[in-house]
């Protein structure tokens, strides 16, 4: 079994999972923040919409550069986000496939503004910037819902919002 071929439950899985948390992001609440430090709701939903992009950022290219003057996404509605994830995870997924166990093991780097910040594997990449990272900020999306009084699906099992019984 390929490398990739034995990621693909677990990314089905989660991309599942973050689907699940998108389609709870309610309309009308973009600009809401827990906090002045955070990000905006439409700023993180957006975000984690884009993050399964990354599968084609660390498996297809060398390298990924930054530009840091770019301002960021910050989608509207609902139906834009899972329009961008929807377009995003076919992309993704057809990355992962495509995958040799040979384009794992090579190197990747990230650059801002031509600057290379660091190197590492392919593999790596994917395992921080798609999964870990991905991850991460559905998690902070969940507590942005859970604050905002929208009932939360299970993920890794029932929440508190679900009676599984």
């Known amino acids: 079994m390929s490398i ?3 990621l693909l439950n677990e990314f ?4 599942a999972s973050t689907r699940k948390i998108l389609e709870r992001v309610p309309d009308g609440n973009t600009d809401w923040k827990p906090h002045e430090k955070s990000m905006s709701l439409g700023r993180l939903a957006t975000h984690v919409a884009q993050l399964p992009f990354w599968a084609v950022n660390s498996l297809a290219v060398d390298h990924i550069d930054v530009n840091p003057a770019q301002k960021p996404v910050i989608l509207e509605k609902r139906s834009e986000i899972m329009a961008l994830f929807d377009e995003n995870l076919k992309k993704a997924r057809a990355a992962l496939t495509a995958a040799t166990d040979e384009d794992f093991g090579r190197p990747w780097s990230l650059k801002v503004a031509g600057k290379v910040i660091f190197t590492q594997t392919r593999s790596k990449t994917y395992r921080v910037f798609t999964m870990n990272h991905m991850i991460h900020h559905r998690a902070q999306l969940g507590v ?3 604050l905002l009084g929208v009932p939360l ?3 890794y099992g ?3 919002d679900e009676r599984p019984f």
Do not use: I, V, W
């Open 12 to 15: 089905d899985e989660e991309m």
């Open 153 to 155: 699906p299970g993920l």
């Open 158 to 160: 029932p929440t508190a």
């Open 4 to 6: 990739a071929q034995s």
């Open 144 to 146: 942005y819902l859970r």
